[in-house]
């Protein structure tokens, strides 16, 4: 009898396991698709625009994937932000930067990193850009309710700006509250500011912290604002004001 029971166990056990894997090849299955389609809506919506047409951008792994730049296309050209606060240099810092200087509204693109040696290497492909600048902050480890996250030093020295667009695709992500450091911008939101957060990899568990404390924060203060997620290989999350609603509906 109790044989019979180890066996019906071990069954159930079994079938159990490869359901699990079933759903989860259906959920990667289905996230591809979904990059997919989202490639063919973004090659869409630069359309006509020469100095995205004729760019040179490589999507996805540590870059954002497909979702991602189409929405970012999508706030450059419709939002037009006057300031722009960046963190992480890469693939994202090359089309803000290109899209800055065809948009007049856009004054101002600061893109924070912390690997000087990446700056050096990837400074020839930001000479010919105007609005751009690139500023070296050395990363420290601090302890952040009670879990060890990564932050750029001295990134106070920008609090107080003006910025209306954040996009956070940096520092290097953890497993708690990864790229926390966003809120201390957003605790010093007055109630009519007008922003929009791109905060980049919320498909995991510590970036999904972060928004959670973004909105958390907000509410505390009483700045009524609206989020969605795009998804596709990866997510992207967006937070906007009341006034740029229409960003959450792209």
């Known amino acids: 009898m109790i044989k019979n029971?180890?066996?019906?166990?071990?069954?159930?056990?079994?079938?159990?396991?490869?359901?699990?894997t079933l759903l989860k090849q259906h959920s990667e299955f289905n996230n591809k698709l979904?990059?997919?389609?989202?490639?063919?809506?973004?090659?869409?919506?630069?359309?006509?625009?020469?100095?995205?047409?004729?760019n040179s951008l490589n999507v996805g792994r540590w870059a954002g994937n497909y979702s991602f730049f189409y929405v970012l296309n999508r706030i450059l050209h419709e939002v037009k932000p006057k300031r722009i606060f960046e963190v992480g240099l890469g693939e994202s810092s090359k089309f803000i930067s290109r899209c800055a200087d065809n948009i007049d509204q856009i004054l101002e693109h600061?893109?924070?990193?912390?690997?000087?040696?990446?700056?050096?290497i990837q400074s020839q492909n930001f000479q010919e850009f105007k609005k751009t600048k690139i500023c070296q902050h050395d990363l420290e480890k601090i302890k952040f309710k009670n879990f060890e996250v990564l932050n750029y030093k001295n990134l106070?020295?920008?609090?107080?700006?003006?910025?209306?667009l954040f996009v956070i695709?940096?520092?290097?992500?953890?497993?708690?509250f990864s790229r926390s450091q966003i809120v201390e911008f957003v605790k010093r939101f007055d109630h009519d500011k007008t922003f929009i957060i791109l905060l980049d990899d919320t498909h995991r568990f510590g970036e999904r912290q972060t928004l959670e404390l973004i909105a958390g924060t907000l509410s505390e203060k009483q700045i009524s604002f609206f989020q969605q997620d795009y998804s596709g290989n990866k997510s992207v999350s967006v937070i906007s004001s009341r006034n740029l609603q229409f960003v959450t509906s792209l």
């Open 156 to 164: 106070n020295t920008y609090f107080e700006r003006d910025f209306d």
């Open 169 to 176: 695709d940096g520092p290097f992500g953890t497993d708690n």
């Open 5 to 20: 029971i180890q066996k019906l166990i071990k069954k159930i056990i079994g079938i159990n396991s490869i359901e699990a």
């Open 34 to 54: 979904n990059e997919l389609e989202w490639a063919l809506i973004y090659r869409d919506s630069i359309r006509g625009k020469a100095y995205l047409e004729n």
């Open 110 to 120: 600061i893109v924070i990193e912390h690997d000087a040696n990446w700056i050096e």
